[in-house]
């Protein structure tokens, strides 16, 4: 559900760069107030899980279509919402400065789209309260899958008003919608399935992770080597699984050929949108997960970019946390020496 450049008009990319920039500071604000120190590893380690996670493509049956995780739902169970968002955001970045992954131009949209929704919507408002404390196998399965579907339907939605707001396309509000709707909620089914297998895991070991998502009791064996099985998982799914990816277009792009008969809209060069493609260009190490100058989808550019691409996300994630909380405590100590 990652949105092109060619969707947008400049106004509304810029608005939701404002949005985006303003929840990504109050997001931050939050989490160096609250967040336990030993939680920081373990943004930088889902960061990294879910930046892999997404360059899964499973096929939707009967379709043509393909769709991957989103990752919020997930990582607001097991971070909280405002540390989640802030995750999701190191991810979303790094997908397009780095791989071309997303427009620059529409990264405020995809923040927005694949953040917000699912981690301050579907997470305390559907989630918690049909997942309870999480002790019920059954319960939070069924929570996931919900909270899942709902976040994605925001988000899906939400795609469908900017674009129509943007007025570059002439696609029809309720045609797209009456489209982009359906492909997604097949796609959230699938990602509450994993999120709750996920979640189910780590209860296993750490179900006070559930029980307090900013801050943790004691066993650091256990969180320790909850985060060396994520890594491991993380290095498998970037290096390895995502040689199979499914090769169909995504939901959006899916949705995109329905209406439109094409899954890609051109630019036009000397435009905004041509100025913010080639500049992409130009920071994209390896864009669309390949070598440069290599086949698109290859093995070794799947490997490659798995690898660097979750390197990046954890380093950003976890050291931006790592920076915010330091911040604060120096801020706190001034306070207490006054």
């Not at 995750?87 to 790094?94: D, E, F, G, P, Q």
Request: a positive charge.
């Amino acid at each position: 559900m990652h949105m092109a450049d060619a969707l947008l008009s400049p106004a509304v990319g810029a608005s939701m760069w404002g949005v985006t920039a303003a929840t990504i500071a109050y997001s931050s604000r939050k989490v160096a107030r609250s967040i336990d120190d030993r939680r920081i590893p373990l943004m930088g380690i889902l960061g990294a899980f879910v930046f892999a996670a997404q360059m899964i493509n499973f096929t939707i049956p009967a379709t043509g279509s393909s769709g991957h995780i989103g990752g919020g739902l997930l990582l607001a169970i097991l971070l909280g919402p405002h540390a989640a968002f802030l995750t999701l955001a190191s991810v979303l970045i790094v997908q397009a400065l780095f791989f071309a992954d997303g427009g620059l131009l529409a990264l405020g949209c995809n923040i927005i789209n694949l953040g917000l929704f699912p981690c301050f919507i579907a997470y305390p408002f559907f989630y918690q309260k049909l997942a309870g404390d999480g002790g019920v196998r059954g319960r939070v399965i069924t929570a996931a899958i919900i909270a899942a579907a709902v976040g994605l339907q925001f988000g899906s939605l939400s795609v469908v008003v900017q674009t129509v707001l943007s007025g570059v396309t002439e696609l029809p509000f309720t045609t797209f919608a009456l489209v982009m709707q359906p492909i997604h909620l097949a796609i959230g089914v699938v990602e509450g399935v994993a999120t709750a297998a996920v979640v189910l895991f780590i209860a296993t070991a750490r179900p006070d992770i559930l029980q307090a998502p900013t801050r943790l009791q004691t066993g650091e064996k256990s969180l320790r080597r909850i985060g060396i099985s994520l890594l491991l998982v993380t290095l498998l799914t970037g290096g390895f699984l995502s040689w199979y990816a499914s090769k169909l277009p995504d939901g959006l792009e899916w949705s995109l050929a329905q209406v439109t008969g094409s899954a890609e809209l051109e630019t036009i060069p000397g435009s905004p949108h041509k100025i913010a493609e080639e500049l992409q260009q130009k920071t994209a190490l390896l864009p669309d997960y390949a070598l440069p100058g290599g086949a698109e989808g290859g093995r070794a550019g799947a490997t490659l970019s798995g690898l660097v691409g979750s390197l990046l996300v954890l380093l950003l994630s976890a050291g931006g946390a790592a920076l915010l909380r330091r911040n604060s405590k120096k801020v706190l100590e001034r306070s207490d020496s006054r």
